[in-house]
């Protein structure tokens, strides 16, 4: 039987869209997220991309079952910043069947070029720093918070559907448990900031959340403006990142540099909700609340989602002194010794050799895939 592709609007399609993956990834190291949630972040009411994003849900059936996903996507905030006429893909899962992920791709590139866009790039959920890519390396590794995870056939299957590279993302995995795993450059560079340049370091609270990542915007605007997928943060987009940053907050390892008065530099390091979520099996009742609220005594890695400096002040040694100050927190950590950091680009090298500094190592890849429409 041919596969029909077909968008999932009602209540039971987006239902079957985000059940998928349960059934397909039975058995592996993927981590189901809360079922709830992706309700509720799919939600054209309701989701964290609802006001900026246009977006179709598809699902693939074969008599009557479905084998696959993805969305197609506009994101209006991104072809604004860079004058383009981008779409995307994203939240792509398929059985091991060429038709089908060819169909679905086929109908996403429809979708997006009924709407003018000329480029589909891809796979982003919804954008690039939420779950992005497909999994090239590190299929054995269980993924960390907002890391996708897929088997290793979804390369071959995404290739054969006409898809070609356009950059590769690179986790690198971190033991910060001992100092001595650190270049000796990176102790000295972070005492002359402190010394030379009068970098300090403090701690976002919970209650001074919301305004400190006006800081965070102010610093990622500037510092990532040249990596690939990139959009200013705007208010709206801080209001809800905050909301979602109250769950996941931990004192100890969101950090801001600063030189005076002046915010510098600034690292949000999250604890790795998953080693939580995985025992959740997507649902919050009957016990799924009571794990997380528990959470603490779970949790032992990290993830180093987003350190950057302002351009201005990078000869300062603030990346440095950030980088030092995960070690020196680990130190007084009596659970969290390593984890991982990352995305970072392939073509940034000066991230990757901070990385090699630190004595860490590549464990996952994810490749962004495009086409021309």
Same mark, same amino acid.
């Given at each position: 039987?041919?596969?029909?592709?077909?968008?999932?609007?009602?209540?039971?399609?987006?239902?079957?869209?985000?059940?998928?993956?349960?059934?397909?990834?039975?058995?592996?190291?993927?981590? $189901?997220?809360?079922?709830?949630?992706?309700?509720?972040?799919?939600?054209?009411?309701?989701?964290?991309?609802?006001?900026?994003?246009?977006?179709?849900?598809?699902?693939?059936?074969?008599?009557?079952?479905?084998?696959?996903?993805?969305?197609?996507? *506009?994101?209006?905030?991104?072809?604004?910043?860079?004058?383009?006429?981008?779409?995307?893909?994203?939240?792509?899962?398929? #059985?091991?069947?060429?038709?089908?992920?060819?169909?679905?791709?086929?109908?996403? @590139?429809?979708?997006?070029?009924?709407?003018?866009?000329?480029?589909?790039?891809? $796979? @982003?959920? &919804?954008?690039?720093?939420?779950?992005?890519?497909? *999994?090239?390396?590190?299929?054995?590794?269980?993924?960390?918070?907002?890391?996708? +995870?897929?088997?290793?056939?979804?390369?071959?299957?995404?290739?054969?559907?006409?898809?070609?590279?356009?950059?590769?993302?690179?986790?690198?995995? /971190?033991?910060?448990?001992?100092? =001595?795993?650190?270049?000796?450059?990176?102790?000295? /560079?972070?005492?002359?900031?402190?010394?030379?340049?009068? *970098?300090?370091?403090?701690?976002?609270?919970?209650?001074?959340?919301?305004?400190?990542?006006?800081? &965070?915007?102010?610093?990622?605007?500037?510092?990532?403006?040249?990596? &690939?997928? &990139?959009?200013?943060?705007?208010? #709206?987009?801080?209001?809800?990142?905050?909301?979602?940053?109250?769950?996941?907050?931990? #004192?100890?390892?969101?950090?801001?540099?600063?030189?005076?008065? =002046? $915010?510098?530099?600034? @690292?949000?390091?999250?604890?790795?909700?998953?080693?939580?979520?995985?025992?959740?099996?997507?649902?919050?009742?009957?016990?799924?609340? +009571?794990?997380?609220?528990?959470?603490?005594?779970?949790?032992?890695?990290?993830?180093?989602?987003?350190?950057?400096?302002? $351009?201005?002040?990078?000869?300062?040694?603030? @990346?440095?002194?950030?980088?030092?100050?995960?070690?020196?927190?680990?130190?007084?950590?009596?659970?969290?010794?390593?984890?991982?950091?990352? +995305?970072?680009?392939?073509?940034?090298?000066?991230?990757?050799?901070?990385?090699?500094?630190?004595?860490?190592?590549? *464990?996952?890849?994810?490749?962004?895939?495009?086409?021309?429409?």
């Amino acid at each position: 039987m041919s596969v029909a592709v077909r968008p999932a609007r009602s209540h039971r399609d987006v239902g079957a869209f985000i059940d998928l993956p349960f059934r397909l990834h039975a058995g592996t190291p993927w981590v $189901p997220p809360l079922k709830l949630e992706r309700r509720l972040f799919l939600s054209r009411r309701f989701g964290t991309y609802a006001k900026r994003i246009d977006y179709e849900l598809l699902i693939a059936e074969r008599e009557g079952r479905v084998v696959g996903r993805v969305s197609a996507h *506009v994101d209006h905030a991104y072809n604004k910043h860079h004058e383009e006429r981008r779409g995307w893909f994203g939240f792509f899962e398929c #059985e091991d069947d060429a038709e089908a992920a060819r169909a679905l791709l086929d109908a996403a @590139a429809a979708w997006l070029r009924e709407r003018g866009m000329e480029r589909m790039d891809g $796979p @982003a959920d &919804f954008t690039m720093n939420d779950e992005s890519g497909i *999994v090239i390396e590190g299929h054995d590794l269980e993924p960390m918070i907002r890391q996708p +995870w897929h088997p290793r056939y979804y390369q071959p299957l995404v290739e054969a559907a006409g898809m070609e590279k356009v950059v590769d993302l690179y986790m690198w995995a /971190l033991d910060i448990s001992d100092r =001595e795993q650190m270049l000796p450059i990176l102790p000295e /560079l972070a005492a002359d900031a402190r010394d030379k340049h009068g *970098v300090t370091i403090r701690r976002m609270t919970r209650r001074r959340l919301r305004k400190d990542l006006d800081v &965070f915007a102010e610093i990622y605007n500037r510092a990532w403006r040249r990596n &690939f997928g &990139f959009v200013p943060y705007e208010k #709206e987009d801080l209001d809800q990142y905050g909301l979602e940053l109250q769950l996941a907050f931990d #004192e100890d390892w969101f950090m801001i540099a600063e030189v005076g008065d =002046e $915010p510098v530099a600034i @690292a949000i390091t999250i604890p790795d909700l998953n080693q939580v979520l995985r025992t959740m099996h997507g649902k919050l009742l009957p016990l799924g609340w +009571w794990r997380y609220l528990r959470r603490s005594k779970r949790i032992t890695r990290v993830r180093v989602g987003f350190l950057g400096v302002k $351009p201005k002040f990078q000869h300062t040694g603030a @990346a440095a002194a950030l980088y030092v100050e995960h070690f020196e927190t680990s130190a007084r950590h009596a659970r969290i010794k390593g984890g991982e950091m990352g +995305w970072i680009l392939e073509t940034n090298r000066a991230m990757n050799r901070g990385m090699e500094a630190m004595n860490g190592r590549i *464990v996952k890849r994810y490749r962004v895939y495009g086409r021309e429409l």
